[in-house]
């Protein structure tokens, strides 16, 4: 459990100070006023000033938070020079980009994950052939003769087989039927026979096999981190879009059914989730981290308020109308926003909880009380 919880941290820390080192990096370089950079959240540990920020630990250990002058809103008390460097009166153009930065810097961290992903465990190339990677016990393919290594050629009634998909399609279809298959084992071609199961078990398919058209490639060593790099640019655009769909169902689920769906998780259910994945080893530490970055990201550029987004769509509300939001109004949207977001996160650890400590049976003794 210690070392769950040390993970986790480590995790969390690189998320976060990533996102808000993003913020500092480019307030900086855009003439913006940092007053601290924090590792930790406070209360403070201690703190030192170098140059015109400060730096400071903190004792709660994760992640960190950037304060930048004026990104609350407009500083009576500056002086005409000062205002020069507070976020407030900078152009929309330099808010934005502040802003957007942050969460820029989650993707490339999604990114860089899943690129030393790839070049670790090779490139996804499909091989026109579709191999039996696995074959389960007490299965209609074990019974069949079909082995480990395996590739099927050729089904009769349909033809050659090249895609992993024409090969499931043409299973389903035959359910309860005789199919004749054509395999190639070494040098060697063989007949099998097999019947699909009709009501496979949990978690299985109609033969009992794990297949596979694709073959992890290593390309030579100048040129792995171009093909690594490209997709790990797929990967996290196709998580973003995952987590995009899963936002959308789970509105829709509040709305409609006024409940969250069983896959949300929140804190307590990432930290479960943590265990099983430091237990499996680095890839599979890195794939989590690399999955949670991009989810950060997409979350954070949502227009929502009290989220880099919802920060962006007064931005965007000042461009078309040319006026600003009132600081007051904006401010109390905010706080009102992540209220929403203290309240929603509250019911999700509520909902990670249940489903944590319900195989036990305690929240049925619980309720068994009232």
């Not at 969250?260 to 794939?287: M, N």
Request: charged share 20%; glycine share 12%.
């Amino acid at each position: 459990m210690f070392l769950t919880i040390i993970v986790f941290l480590i995790i969390l820390s690189i998320l976060v100070l990533g996102h808000e080192a993003g913020h500092y990096f480019m307030a900086k370089r855009l003439g913006v006023k940092v007053e601290e950079f924090g590792f930790g959240y406070p209360p403070r540990i201690f703190g030192k000033k170098i140059g015109e920020t400060i730096y400071s630990l903190n004792w709660l250990p994760f992640g960190g938070f950037v304060r930048i002058l004026g990104e609350d809103g407009p500083e009576l008390r500056l002086s005409k020079r000062a205002k020069k460097r507070a976020f407030y009166y900078k152009p929309k153009r330099v808010r934005a980009v502040i802003l957007v930065t942050g969460v820029v810097i989650n993707v490339l961290i999604g990114v860089l994950a899943f690129t030393l992903i790839y070049a670790r465990t090779g490139i996804p190339t499909k091989t026109d052939e579709v191999k039996i990677v696995e074959v389960l016990d007490d299965s209609p393919a074990k019974g069949a003769g079909i082995e480990k290594g395996d590739v099927v050629v050729f089904v009769a009634g349909a033809g050659e087989i090249k895609t992993a998909q024409k090969f499931i399609e043409i299973v389903s279809q035959r359910d309860g039927e005789k199919i004749s298959l054509t395999i190639r084992r070494g040098e060697e071609r063989l007949d099998k026979e097999v019947v699909p199961r009709k009501e496979p078990p949990e978690d299985q398919g109609p033969l009992g096999v794990v297949i596979s058209d694709t073959e992890m490639k290593f390309y030579p060593l100048w040129l792995m981190p171009f093909y690594a790099g490209w997709y790990g640019i797929k990967e996290a655009l196709g998580w973003a879009v995952m987590v995009v769909l899963g936002v959308k169902m789970m509105i829709w689920e509040l709305i409609t059914r006024g409940a969250l769906p069983k896959g949300i998780a929140g804190p307590v259910g990432i930290l479960q989730i943590t265990s099983g994945v430091a237990r499996s080893g680095l890839l599979a530490t890195l794939q989590f981290l690399g999955i949670l970055s991009v989810n950060l990201a997409v979350i954070n550029i949502m227009p929502f308020p009290a989220l880099d987004g919802g920060r962006l769509l007064f931005i965007g509300f000042e461009a078309v109308f040319g006026r600003r939001v009132r600081p007051k109004i904006e401010r109390w949207i905010h706080i009102i926003g992540f209220a929403f977001l203290i309240s929603l996160l509250f019911l999700v650890t509520i909902n990670d909880v249940i489903r944590v400590i319900e195989p036990w049976g305690i929240f049925q003794r619980i309720k068994g009380l009232f």
